[in-house]
């Protein structure tokens, strides 16, 4: 497993875990250190609750889940030598199902997460039905999830949807609740007399959701083409979309010695959670094989996938190549 750990040539970063290496889903015994308990974070910020909370807890194992690579870093400092706190860049929607086994966590927190007022981006709400499941599925019984907001029309909406699944159950539903820990933003507004809201919901029952195959190793996509120079170079500044899924090419780079191997520069997006990794192309059997690259610290979302069979697809004499059988 790639873990960036304190020290000092690279500058006071904390743990993050990455991508490439990661067995699915997270073996959490191994990596809390035989702690009994294990907490998430989804869409932490700058990390100020992050880390005092796993401070203020050291028999507790904390994961926090963030789509931005700037706060990432950012909690990543602060953290200092705490070692029962990992950090994960990535798009909770996507990918806590996948990194989290059925009944494995006994709290979820999520403070202040953005409302998202906007219909058409009613798909990005805790609300969203898939999410509301995914919780339902990595709680272990018993185990519960926290939101705070400070924007009530959320909070009754949260309160309505969660409340109608049928393995949650609203325990509490509080306004400007003491907490042991607080963000900046909350005693902020706290002080501005502004109303803070906290909604506690336990899993009640067993509950599961289907997941998908995320290891790169795993995507292999293969044409009956053997890799070309010129249509690889020519993939340079062409994109393409799929639904919410993203992507773009950029140079490529071949490999040593004239060998049919190249390393494509790719960038994609699933809805708002950015990626950047090489996909590797190579000669096998006669034809090509497309998959991601050793060095990539990418997730296999969607968008990941897409860019893979577009490429492959872009390799063919007419741009249009099939997939070998």
Not at 191 to 219: C, N, P, Y
Not at 260 to 265: E, K, Q, R
Not at 266 to 273: A, H, L, V
Request: charged share 30%; glycine share 10%.
């Amino acid at each position: 497993m790639d873990i960036l750990n304190t020290d000092g040539h690279r500058g006071g970063y904390g743990n993050i875990l990455l991508p490439r290496g990661l067995s699915l889903p997270l073996d959490l015994r191994a990596l809390s250190g035989g702690r009994g308990r294990t907490e998430l974070e989804v869409g932490f910020g700058n990390g100020e609750y992050t880390v005092r909370h796993a401070g203020a807890n050291p028999d507790t194992f904390l994961l926090g889940m963030e789509v931005s690579p700037a706060c990432v870093l950012r909690c990543a400092r602060r953290s200092g030598g705490l070692d029962n706190l990992r950090l994960i860049r990535t798009d909770a929607r996507y990918m806590m199902k996948e990194l989290f086994a059925d009944s494995s966590l006994d709290k979820i927190y999520m403070n202040f997460p953005c409302p998202w007022p906007k219909k058409r981006h009613a798909h990005r709400r805790v609300t969203a039905r898939e999410f509301t499941d995914d919780l339902a599925a990595v709680l272990r019984p018993g185990g519960v999830f926290e939101l705070v907001t400070d924007d009530e029309p959320y909070a009754q909406e949260v309160q309505a949807r969660l409340s109608a699944h049928a393995a949650l159950e609203l325990r509490s539903c509080e306004t400007n609740p003491e907490r042991p820990v607080t963000t900046k933003y909350e005693r902020k507004w706290m002080e501005q007399g502004k109303a803070i809201h906290r909604l506690i919901f336990a899993k009640t029952r067993d509950f599961t959701v289907a997941r998908r195959t995320w290891r790169d190793s795993e995507m292999h996509i293969r044409t009956e083409y053997p890799p070309n120079e010129e249509r690889i170079a020519a993939l340079d500044g062409t994109s393409g979309r799929r639904g919410d899924a993203r992507w773009a090419f950029g140079r490529h780079y071949a490999g040593p010695d004239g060998a049919p191997c190249f390393l494509v520069d790719t960038f994609s997006t699933d809805d708002e959670f950015e990626q950047r990794y090489y996909l590797r192309v190579s000669e096998r059997g006669g034809g090509t094989l497309v998959q991601l690259d050793g060095t990539a610290n990418a997730f296999l979302t969607p968008a990941v996938r897409c860019a893979a069979e577009d490429l492959a697809r872009r390799l063919g004499p007419d741009g249009n190549a099939a997939p070998a059988p």
